[in-house]
Every structure is written in structure tokens, then in C-alpha cells.
């Protein structure tokens, strides 16, 4: 005689191929209502299998894993600032092209990754300042060691970023009978956050924000020593494509 797990395999067998008309009512005893758990292990059955048409998987976490490299093209927004003998400030807006470079970590929906670029500008401007103090400059190029942090959505990565930047800037200060002029490496930092989105397996686009900060600078003049600062913001969209 036929045990209730026996009928119950039956059962599950004949669901899954689409013939549960073929087993006759009568041949189930109410007592297969109280079915053990081993019985769905026995017949094979699984939630996650479909009737007829194979096995169902849930998507799989995209893979942000591995080294990858590419290129970016945006716009920054910033200043040039002196305040000798008296304040001047000249806007510092262009365009910004470069490349960069980078790996990632993963843990789950968690992405670790560091990312250095370089990039050129364009990025220039002139203000005349109080008591007719010209300041004329620009920024040459940009770069930038950072960490990045993100969380995974679907086929989206979401990050902040933040690190050590660097910037040749070059400016001009001249009022009447002085002028100084400064081309000088600046150090820095950056700070900003970004989308990432997989086109392909190995190809994703991304557009993000970072804000610039450097420190300090003297330019010096026949008058005295003229401090210098910039600051920058650039907006910028990318194609990055991995390596691994």
C-alpha cells in the first residue's frame, strides 16, 4: 500500500509537467493534506521551479569587481582668489577632458574601490579687484587620488568619493606699477558622490560631482607677498570599461 509521502510525490511530479488532471481524486487520501516537509524534498519540487519550463533564478548582484579604466568630459565652476595688497577675486570656469583609473572591491551590494585621474582644463577668467587690482588666471589641469564607496541597486551604483587633489594654476596680479605671477602646483583636496549604471557586463556610464579646495599659495610681487587660493567644482559624465 502506497504511503501518504509516496502519493504526495506523485502528486508534485504530475504538477510540475502539467498532467494533474491524470491523477485520479480518489486515489488521494485526506490524510496527504498533512504532508511532511521531506516529501517536497523527496519529489524534487522547488519554489524556485517553474511548471514545464525549467528553473527560475533570481537576477544576480552586477559585478563591480576588478581593475577598470576610462574616460570622462565635463564643466567646472570655481574662483581664483588674492587678498594683497587688497581682495580680488576672478571667476575660474571651463571645460574639463581627462581619464581615469581604478579598482573596485566587492562584498554583496557593497563596492570599496580607490580611483586616480587626470584631466585637462580650461578652466580661466579676470576680475578686476578693489582699487583696480587685476587678477588673471587659470587652472591648467587637474588630478585627484581617491577612495569610493558605493552601494549596488540593480544595475545602478550609487558612491561617494573624497581624496588628495592636485592643480596647476596659473595667475596673474598687477595694479598699476606691479605685477606678480604664479604657475605652481597646488595640493588639495576633493570631495563628491557619483551614479554608476552597467550598460554591458564590462561597460558602465556614470556622472558625478566633485568640489576641489586648494590651499594657499604666495605670489610674489616688488610690493610684498600676495597670497593665493582656488577652489573648483566640476560636474562630469563618464565610460568606464573593465578590465578584469
Excluded at 574616460?71 to 581615469?100: K, R
Excluded at 583696480?132 to 550609487?158: E, K, N, P
Amino acid at each position: 500500500m502506497k504511503t501518504c509521502n509516496e502519493y504526495a510525490r506523485a502528486l508534485m511530479r504530475a504538477m510540475m509537467h502539467g498532467a494533474l488532471a491524470l491523477v485520479p481524486v480518489s486515489l488521494v487520501p485526506v490524510s496527504m493534506l498533512a504532508v511532511s516537509p521531506s516529501a517536497f524534498a523527496q519529489s524534487g519540487y522547488s519554489p524556485r521551479q517553474t511548471y514545464g519550463y525549467g528553473r527560475w533564478d533570481a537576477p544576480p548582484v552586477p559585478t563591480w569587481q576588478g581593475v577598470y579604466a576610462g574616460l570622462h568630459l565635463g564643466y567646472g565652476f570655481g574662483s581664483l582668489d588674492t587678498g594683497f595688497p587688497v581682495p580680488a577675486t576672478a571667476d575660474n570656469d571651463g571645460g574639463i577632458g581627462g581619464v581615469h583609473l581604478g579598482h573596485n572591491w566587492q562584498q554583496g551590494r557593497m563596492v570599496f574601490g580607490i580611483e586616480g585621474d587626470l584631466g585637462a582644463s580650461w578652466a580661466s577668467g579676470t576680475s578686476n579687484g578693489a582699487s583696480g587690482v587685476l587678477l588673471d588666471g587659470g587652472t591648467a589641469w587637474l588630478a585627484s587620488l581617491r577612495g569610493r564607496i558605493g552601494y549596488s541597486i540593480g544595475s545602478a551604483l550609487i558612491y561617494g568619493t573624497g581624496g588628495v587633489a592636485l592643480s596647476r594654476v596659473e595667475a596673474t596680479v598687477s595694479n598699476g606699477g606691479w605685477t606678480g605671477k604664479a604657475d605652481d602646483i597646488l595640493l588639495g583636496w576633493t570631495l563628491g558622490a557619483g551614479l554608476e549604471y552597467k550598460l554591458a557586463p564590462n561597460v558602465s556610464t556614470r556622472i558625478e560631482a566633485l568640489h576641489y579646495r586648494f590651499g594657499d599659495k604666495e605670489i610674489g610681487t616688488w610690493s610684498g607677498i600676495a597670497p593665493f587660493s582656488a577652489d573648483q567644482t566640476v560636474v562630469r559624465a563618464g565610460l568606464t570599461f573593465s578590465l578584469r
